[in-house]
């Protein structure tokens, strides 16, 4: 059985894993809401959202950390895959339609970045989960 992350698409996974945990996952499960409402730029909500959205986050991580079971197996996870590019799709969609600000640029190119490797994977399985 070869190295899990040794292939394209566990690069990609645990690019996202570790960049959405310590750039969004953790801090909106801890920061204070104020600075978090000020940090995003959202004027109402509570804390409690911010918690909610954190808790769906560290949830889409769990998701895609399954992949790695299959990924060491030789198996294609297709459900984390289109799970990847509807969810990264639909907010760098949602970001940019709404007019991606300074702020938010960046997230929507990180966004925009992993969408693409995961249709470029999900175009040519045979060469996402083979070895680098």
């Known amino acids: 059985m070869e190295?899990?992350?040794m292939s394209f698409l566990a690069i990609v996974l645990a690019v996202k894993i570790l960049v959405t945990a310590v750039f969004m996952a953790i801090p909106f499960l801890t920061f204070p809401a104020k600075r978090l409402a000020e940090r995003i730029g959202v004027t109402g909500g509570g804390g409690v959202f911010f918690r909610l959205y954190g808790v769906a986050l560290t949830a889409l991580l769990a998701g895609y950390?399954?992949?790695f079971p299959l990924l060491a197996k030789q198996e294609f996870p297709w459900g984390v895959v289109v799970m990847g590019i509807?969810?990264?799709?639909?907010a760098a969609a949602i970001l940019l339609g709404a007019g991606?600000?300074?702020k938010t640029a960046p997230v929507a190119l990180f966004l925009l970045a992993i969408t693409a490797a995961l249709i470029a994977a999900a175009i040519n399985p045979a060469w996402a989960i083979g070895t680098l």
């Open 3 to 5: 190295p899990t992350f």
């Open 65 to 67: 950390g399954s992949a």
């Open 86 to 90: 509807i969810s990264n799709g639909g």
């Open 100 to 102: 991606a600000r300074r």
